[in-house]
Structures are given as structure tokens and as C-alpha cells.
């Protein structure tokens, strides 16, 4: 049978993507069942990630499956010393599917070597974090009408910031323009540029973050700008406000658009568009379990459209 | 320097493989990429000998022994311009460049210091992509990519 492991976002191609997101749409029409009842799902966080964690808990118990595992690595025999090979063999007996956050780059695409029970990846460093994209992409599918033709601004670290990474191989197949703001010392990765051209996909780089921009736009995708990414602390005094949303650039946008955000947010998104009906940040959030109910029964081989 | 003290340097094979144009700083590592410490067949190594390519190269020469070529091709990162002969009776029978793989296994260590790679025991493995001096490397695990001359080799 063909692996239903979810490491990566780029691992899955257009098709299973759109089966995804059919999927979730689903799930948010009806979001509690008994399609999982005996199953149990494993959640090891070997890194605390509370948010994470509760998203695919309550996505599990919903669907009436049962949870085990562990929400810091120190509960676990990780602390005596346990490999992760040891860890992953040992709860293969017990789960018939494994959800893993790891602080360790290639933990999950590993741990997938090592078991024939499905992995989920829920984030392994700064590598992949594959139901965050799925779950931005479900908010732009919902909010937007289409994936199709989109004008997509990402905003703030694009060199080190993965979901703005995954959600560009993501958007990748629906012929997107995308705007990358940032400055220059977290601009987007050239990898990522030469996909971009290579798709044939129209986009341009800023440095400042305009109202031209902004009006342009269909999604803006606001990310944090970390003080640690910066070797000069200057450098990050001179650039930490400049990429800060506030409500009055928003005056002349278009109606549609939509304000994501990863979360947790600082000071990029300015509390006074919280109230402005284009943010959608917090709705985003909730967009993850239905996101995360598609990827478990995805892995589980449960097609819930055809029960 | 006459001929004759030339081929002095390196003792004429009767069956086996001679590996010529290493690059000497690369030399000892291609020994132990390609496991030549633990043979127990004679084993010649010369090393910092003139060559008019690369300036100074190093050369093995392992008496009866054939290395499979995927093995030969693990040190083409280090040593693109390696040249294998293979001998039977003294005739070179076989003569070939080495050629880089589509991925490294083993061979290559990640440097990037939270890869899965360098915390448990497993072996490394990269996806090679480009040529000559463009040669890429993306570790299969962590993502994390390197050129080719910025890569560490391990064994």
C-alpha cells in the first residue's frame, strides 16, 4: 500500500492536495462523527507546541478517536536516553498512527523509515510543518472562493519563516502572483525564487511595505520578525516596525481581501485591525482541525466522503 | 625526472584497479570512502605526484580486487576527475571516469547541526543536483543544502 504519511507539503501533488481540502470542507460541514471510533492516534511532542497539540487532539476526539502519548519529550524515555528509533518501534505497537513534533530536522521523514504505522508530521524544527500549510491553504480556499489566480503577499521573515516556504510549494500549482516583503538581510530564500521561475510564476520582491501593495492584494500573509534571525541588532531596530500592519493601510484594499497569520503574533499585526472584518487570523486557527481531521483520515485511509 | 623513475613510483599490476587523477588533498579520503584500509590484498598509494591537471595528484593502485562502479562513484565528489583502469594480465581492460550519483549515501555529513542525521545513527543521504561546480546537495532528511565543495565528507 502506498505510504499515507504526511513529512512534507511538496510530497503531495495537486490532486491530493485538492482531495485534502475537499476533505476538510467535509469535516467542517460536519465536524463531529464516530469515523474513528478504535482507532488510536499517538501524539508524541517531543517539543512542547500546545497549540498544535489541542488542534489535533480535538481533531482525533471529534471523530471519536482515542488519543495516547506525550506533550514534552521530558515525560517520555527520550530523558533516559531512548532513541527516537527506539521510541517510534515502541509506540508502533500500541497507535495506528503516529502525530510527531520534534525540535529534530527529519525526525518524522525518519521516523517513517523506521515504521510501517503512517507518521504525521507536526512540525520538526525548522524543516516542514505540513497541517500548518493545509490549514492556510483551507482559509484561502474558504475565504477567496478559489485557489486559482491568486495575489498573494507574504510578509516580514521570508528567509527564515517555513510556512511561508510550504505555503509557496503549496500555492505553487494554482498560477499565483505573489508580492515578498521583507528587508533585505530575510529576504526569500533563492530555492524558493528559482521555483518561481521555473512554475513560470510572476513575482516581485520589496523592501518597503506599501499601500500599492496592499490594495493589490488577495491575501496577506503576515509573519513574525524575530530579533534572534538578525546578527546585527541594529540592523533589526532599524527594520522591526517597518513591516507592522495597521488598520488605516488597509483603507484602500480590495473587499475581499484577507489578513493570515500564523500565529503567535507580536507586534506585526498592529490589535487594531483585530476588529476589521479583513482579519482573519484568528478564524485561521480554527480552520486547523478540520485541516487536521483531512490529514488523519488521509493517512488512515478513511475516505469520509464515500462512507 | 626520466620515465623509467616515473613508473618506479607506481609498481606495474598484474589484475586489479588502479584509480588515477585524485586530487592529493582528497587522496586519504578517498582511501576511506572506498574501504581500502581493511583489505588485505598489496595496496600501493602514491600521493603528491606531478600532474599536469591538477597540479599534484594521488593515485591507488589495489592488486586483485574490482570495485563495483557504485562504489568507485562515492568518491566523485571528492575526486571528480578520478580516473579507473581496470587491469586483468597486466592489459588495462576497462577504462572509465568516475561519475556522481543521484544521491549520497554515508558519504556526505549534514551540517546543519539539528539534522536528524547528526542525533541518531543512521546513515546520511543526499540528493545530488547540478553539474561540475554547480554540484548541489539536499540532505533527504532536514532539507538543509550545500554546493558540493562546501561538503563534508564522513565515513
Known sequence: MKSRSLVAIDQIDKQELLDLLARAQYFEAHPNSKILDGKVVATLFFEPSTRTRLSFETAVNRLGGRVIGFSDASTSSTSKGETLKDTIKMVSNYADIIVMRHFIEGAAQYATEVTDVPIVNAGDGANQHPSQTLLDLYSILKTQGTLEGLTITMVGDLKYGRTVHSLLMAMRHFKPVFNFVSSDELRMPQEYLDVCEREGIEYHLHTEFSEDIINSSDILYMTRVQRERFSDVMEYEKVKNLYTLHNAMLDGSKPTLRILHPLPRVNEISTDVDDNPKAYYFEQARNGVFARQAILTRALGIDPLKL | ?155
Open chain 2, 1 to 155: 625526472m626520466t620515465s623509467s623513475k616515473k613508473e618506479l613510483a607506481v609498481a606495474a599490476l598484474r589484475n586489479g584497479t588502479v584509480i588515477d587523477h585524485i586530487p592529493s588533498r582528497a587522496l586519504f579520503t578517498a582511501v576511506r570512502i572506498l574501504g581500502i584500509e581493511g583489505l588485505d590484498t598489496s595496496v600501493t598509494i602514491g600521493n603528491n605526484l606531478a600532474s599536469e591537471r591538477l597540479g599534484s595528484k594521488g593515485i591507488i593502485k589495489v592488486a586483485d580486487v574490482e570495485f563495483a562502479e557504485d562504489v568507485l562513484n562515492r568518491i566523485a565528489l571528492i575526486a571528480p576527475d578520478a580516473m579507473v583502469n581496470i587491469i586483468r594480465d597486466y592489459e588495462v581492460v576497462e577504462k572509465r571516469h568516475v561519475s556522481l550519483p543521484d544521491t549520497l549515501v554515508g558519504i556526505v555529513r549534514c551540517s546543519n547541526p539539528k539534522c536528524v542525521t547528526n542525533h541518531e545513527k543512521i546513515p546520511t543521504r543526499f540528493i545530488v543536483s547540478g553539474h561540475g561546480a554547480d554540484v548541489r546537495l539536499r540532505c533527504h532528511y532536514c532539507n538543509h543544502t550545500v554546493s558540493g565543495a562546501e561538503a563534508a565528507t564522513i565515513q
